[in-house]
Nanobody, 126 residues
Framework: QVQLEESGGGLVQAGGSLRVSCAAS????????MGWFLRAPGQECEFVAA????????HYEDSVKGRFTISRDNAKNTLYLQMNSLKPEDTAVYYC???????????????????WGQGTQVTVSL
């Protein structure tokens, strides 16, 4: 089992920045590909960004390219999402997810992931 706990969400004005983190425990973090997803009220879960188990490969949803950066620190068992130039439409609960992976691939569908955190709320005001 892998336990994931997000933190760092909050309220920020449009144009501002926020970094959310995901602390992992229970298994060897570097064996897991990781991803960030969001769920806005009344909406489906949506892909945001993904990173390979060694951090060498990343993949972003088009609307966040150039604004968000996914990264990981395997020594600290922590995943990050740096969010810049935030927009009101970025408002959502953000979830981190983990998938055991032998390869150094990224995964962009929610069904690919085995473990999920409880989410952290990000609210962007005008």
């Amino acid at each position: 089992q892998v336990q994931l706990e997000e933190s760092g969400g909050g309220l920020v004005q449009a144009g501002g920045s926020l970094r959310v983190s995901c602390a992992a425990s229970g298994r060897t973090f570097s064996n897991y590909a990781m991803g960030w997803f969001l769920r806005a009220p009344g909406q489906e879960c949506e892909f945001v960004a993904a990173i390979s188990r060694n951090g060498a490969l990343t993949h972003y949803e088009d609307s966040v390219k150039g604004r968000f950066t996914i990264s990981r620190d395997n020594a600290k068992n922590t995943l990050y999402l740096q969010m810049n130039s935030l927009k009101p439409e970025d408002t959502a609960v953000y979830y981190c997810a983990a998938r055991y992976s032998i390869s150094f691939s990224t995964f962009s569908t929610d069904r690919a992931y085995e473990y999920w955190g409880q989410g952290t709320q990000v609210t962007v005001s005008l």
